[in-house]
């Protein structure tokens, strides 16, 4: 994109909506801000359809506030509530049907690629579980396998959400949802490990509940997509809506989880990667805590009151930390 691409044509000053000209004033393309500077500056994404309380509202917010160069970023999306936020963001992104966004930013990068041979153009891949580790796993594999140089975000909720609540392969084994009343009978594909063997050279595994970090691993995969190969980024947003909590406590369902180790943060490096991001950083990498630990993934746990057997579990599987009578 051209600085003057964001300018307002003389004589259209007047007609232009006053969220149009903030944004050209005080958007953040050449700027680079991050989610340190949220609230100083017209967001990308500000306003949205998404339900009160949306983990994954959150994370395509600090998703947007953490791209390294967001006016040269393009954004494929596919079907799924985050679909509902990309026409209110302020960024250039493409709607791909439901499981084919993986090769439509094959396609995309590639043709840029050869357009702009002199200026890097980021594509972003953002998409929900059921679009990537369901319908679309072939495709984003292939993505994979064949070494294109883009970013896979997956917003995982853990359910097919927008199409109100069937359990999706990233739903934990056990969890119940509207459309899935008797448990569903097997564990989350390890899609971060599926990534790492088909050659992804930075995988991560955040959530909103650790905004920083979060940012820390969509800029990492971004300049490691631009130089080295494939990225993945996988961002855990928990859904009130079909999972049933109130909108308050979708950080909680984050921090219960990392808590209890059913969905810890994890960080994958290739050895180019590892050397481009020392060499961009210019210190040794900070690794998630949890780097190398065996338990990524692990099935809802039944855990019920000492007296009546019938604690209530949250459809994460995990107890409510305020029902302190279960154990
Ligand atoms: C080709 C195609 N198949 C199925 C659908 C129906 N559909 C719309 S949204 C959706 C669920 C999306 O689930 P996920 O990718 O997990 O995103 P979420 O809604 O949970 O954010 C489905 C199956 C569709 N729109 N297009
Ligand atoms: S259904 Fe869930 S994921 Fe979709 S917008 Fe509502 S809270 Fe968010």
Avoid at 8 to 33: A, Q, T
Avoid at 47 to 72: Q, V, Y
Avoid at 127 to 135: E, F, K, L, R, V
Avoid at 163 to 168: F, I, L, M, W
Wanted: proline content about 6%; some cysteine; hydrophobic content about 35%.
């Amino acid at each position: 994109m051209k600085k003057e691409l964001l300018r307002i044509s003389p004589g259209f000053e007047d007609v232009m909506p006053s969220e149009y000209k903030d944004l050209i004033e005080n958007g953040p393309y050449f700027k680079g801000y991050g989610v340190n500077d949220l609230g100083t500056f017209k967001e990308i994404l500000e306003e949205h359809p998404l339900c009160a309380g949306c983990g994954l509202a959150l994370a395509l917010r600090l998703t947007m506030a953490s791209l390294p160069n967001p006016e040269d970023t393009i954004v494929v999306g596919s079907t799924g509530c985050s679909a509902l936020g990309f026409p209110q963001t302020a960024l250039q992104n493409i709607h791909s049907l439901f499981g084919n966004q993986n090769a439509v930013a094959t396609a995309l990068k590639r043709a840029l690629t050869l357009r702009f041979p002199d200026k890097v153009k980021d594509v972003v891949v953002i998409a929900g579980d059921g679009a990537t580790a369901d319908i679309g796993l072939d495709i984003t594999m292939h993505s994979w396998f064949r070494r294109e140089k883009i970013t896979t975000t997956m917003l995982d909720n853990e359910a097919y959400a927008n199409t109100g609540g069937q359990e999706s392969g990233m739903s934990s084994k056990g969890a119940v949802l509207n459309m899935a009343p008797t448990g569903k009978k097997f564990s989350k594909i390890p899609v971060p490990e599926l990534a790492q063997i088909s050659g992804c050279d930075y995988v991560a595994v955040v959530s909103p509940y650790a905004p920083k970090k979060l940012e820390r691993a969509v800029r990492r995969a971004i300049l490691v997509a631009r130089e080295v190969g494939p990225t993945y980024v996988q961002i855990f947003t928990p859904c009130p809506t079909n999972y049933k909590f109130k909108p308050l406590e979708a950080l909680d369902m984050v921090k219960v989880k990392e808590v209890d180790g059913s969905y810890v943060s994890k960080e994958y490096f290739s050895p180019e990667a590892e050397e481009l991001i020392k060499r961009l950083e210019g210190k040794k990498i900070k690794r998630s805590r949890n780097y190398g630990r065996k338990i990524f993934h692990q099935d809802v746990r039944i855990r019920r009151t000492r007296s009546s057997n019938s604690c209530t579990l949250n459809r994460y599987g995990s107890v409510h930390r305020w029902q302190a009578n279960c154990r």
